[in-house]
C-alpha cells in the first residue's frame, strides 16, 4: 500500500543532470544555472539528481555532454529544448 505522498513522488517527472562532477565546477556552472532557471517552475512535479557524467549510468546512456535526462528516456543537450520538452511531458503525465 502506497502513502499519497508516494503515489505523487512515483508520478512526478524524474530529471537527471549529468555533468563532470569530478571537474571544476566552473566547467559546467552556466549549463546547471540555466537548467535550474527552467526547472524552478516546475518544483513540486519533478524530481531530480545531479550525476557524474564520468558515471557507469552515463556510459550506458551514451552520454558524452553536459546533458538532462527526462524520465530515463529523452536525452536533452540544450536548455532551449528543455524548455520546450518539460512542459509536454508534464501534460503526458496529467501533471499540468
Do not use: W
Amino acid at each position: 500500500m502506497t502513502t499519497v505522498k508516494e503515489e505523487k513522488k512515483l508520478n512526478k517527472l524524474s530529471i537527471d543532470i549529468f555533468v563532470p562532477l569530478d571537474t571544476c565546477s566552473c566547467v559546467y556552472e552556466s549549463f546547471i544555472q540555466r537548467v535550474f532557471t527552467i526547472l524552478l517552475d516546475y518544483m513540486d512535479k519533478i524530481t531530480f539528481q545531479t550525476k557524474s557524467l564520468h558515471s557507469e549510468e552515463a556510459r550506458k546512456l551514451g552520454l558524452l555532454e553536459n546533458c538532462v535526462v527526462l524520465d530515463g528516456k529523452k536525452i536533452i543537450t540544450n536548455s532551449f529544448f528543455l524548455k520546450k520538452e518539460i512542459p509536454k511531458l508534464l501534460k503526458e503525465k496529467n501533471l499540468i
